[in-house]
């Protein structure tokens, strides 16, 4: 649990290096970046603040073996 935490933590420093989800329709659709660790595949997308800030915000995730269309 504490390595998961932690990667979702550094998501934002590395966001912008990961790929398009590429299974998932809804998550193709929403054109959302996918982020894979410890087995489980995370949804986000990367929005920028009315002051010029970047956060990255996860709005979906699942584990690799239900991670299919």
Same mark, same amino acid.
Request: hydrophobic content about 35%; some cysteine; charged content about 30%.
């Given at each position: 649990m504490n390595r998961l935490y932690d990667?979702? #933590?550094a998501l934002g420093d590395y966001a912008r290096i !990961?790929?398009?989800a590429r299974l998932k329709k809804e998550w193709i659709e929403k054109e959302y970046? #996918?982020?894979i660790c410890e087995d489980f595949h995370f949804a !986000?997308? %990367?929005y920028t603040?009315? +002051?010029g800030e970047e956060i990255v915000r %996860?709005? +979906?995730a699942c584990h690799s073996l %239900? !991670?299919?269309e």
């Amino acid at each position: 649990m504490n390595r998961l935490y932690d990667a979702m #933590e550094a998501l934002g420093d590395y966001a912008r290096i !990961y790929s398009k989800a590429r299974l998932k329709k809804e998550w193709i659709e929403k054109e959302y970046g #996918e982020f894979i660790c410890e087995d489980f595949h995370f949804a !986000y997308q %990367i929005y920028t603040l009315p +002051d010029g800030e970047e956060i990255v915000r %996860i709005h +979906d995730a699942c584990h690799s073996l %239900i !991670y299919h269309e």
